[in-house]
T-cell receptor
Framework: TQLLEQSPQFLSIQEGENLTVYCNSSSVFSSLQWYRQEPGEGPVLLVTVVTGGEVKKLKRLTFQFGDARKDSSLHITAAQPGDTGLYLC??????????FGQGTELSVKP | DVKVTQSSRYLVKRTGEKVFLECVQDMDHENMFWYRQDPGLGLRLIYFSYDVKMKEKGDIPEGYSVSREKKERFSLILESASTNQTSMYLCASLSRDRGYNEQFFGPGTRLTVL
């Protein structure tokens, strides 16, 4: 069974701080997606990483895919209250199904 | 942009009722998925479909069925709703437009079974 361990589960920080969220697995994924979800809404796709070692930037968010395509990280620089939400990582297996991490509940206080 | 819509944002039903949740995507995608999301349990796959009239069980299919009569529409059916089916239901559609798999989600249906 493929598992994706996401940490931390909860994160409460002050505006302006940096943070990193991790997703780790013993399995290799063909690609990995990061989503952000606000309360009462569906997850919104932020980025997909495909190549081992790949780094993608989305404004203050930096996503990295591990060299072996088993892990990924999301780093947010100078967090803002608008970054508050649930962050989900999800690994794609070859069949197109997603394996989800447990999610990281981020709260950024002004 | 991929657009996935779900028929209701909020739904309240009584135990024993038959419930239909509808999902529509506008990108001619073949693969569609139904998940439920519960606090502490994350997203769990209920059913998915690779094509019209084709369906596969996910991790938690018990108490649910699905219908895919047209490519753009994937319906989740609760034959006899129970209180433990109170949850957030999310539909997703799979795109391979960029050469790799990406799932796009609808806004979700918050179902309460009384």
């Amino acid at each position: 069974t493929q598992l994706l361990e996401q940490s931390p589960q909860f994160l409460s920080i002050q505006e302006g701080e940096n943070l990193t969220v991790y997703c780790n697995s013993s399995s290799v994924f063909s690609s990995l997606q990061w989503y952000r979800q606000e309360p009462g809404e569906g997850p919104v796709l932020l980025v997909t990483v495909v190549t081992g070692g790949e780094v993608k930037k989305l404004k203050r968010l930096t996503f990295q895919f591990g060299d072996a395509r088993k892990d990924s990280s999301l780093h947010i620089t100078a967090a803002q209250p608008g970054d508050t939400g649930l962050y989900l990582c999800a690994g794609n297996n070859q069949g197109g199904k997603l394996i989800f991490g447990q999610g990281t509940e981020l709260s950024v206080k002004p | 942009d991929v657009k996935v819509t779900q028929s209701s944002r909020y739904l309240v039903k009584r135990t024993g009722e038959k419930v239909f949740l509808e999902c529509v995507q506008d990108m001619d995608h073949e693969n569609m998925f139904w998940y439920r999301q519960d606090p502490g349990l994350g997203l769990r796959l209920i059913y998915f479909s690779y094509d019209v009239k084709m369906k596969e069980k996910g991790d938690i299919p018990e108490g649910y069925s699905v219908s895919r009569e047209k490519k753009e529409r994937f319906s989740l059916i609760l034959e006899s709703a129970s209180t433990n089916q109170t949850s957030m239901y999310l539909c997703a559609s799979l795109s391979r437009d960029r050469g790799y798999n990406e799932q796009f989600f609808g806004p979700g249906t918050r179902l309460t079974v009384l």
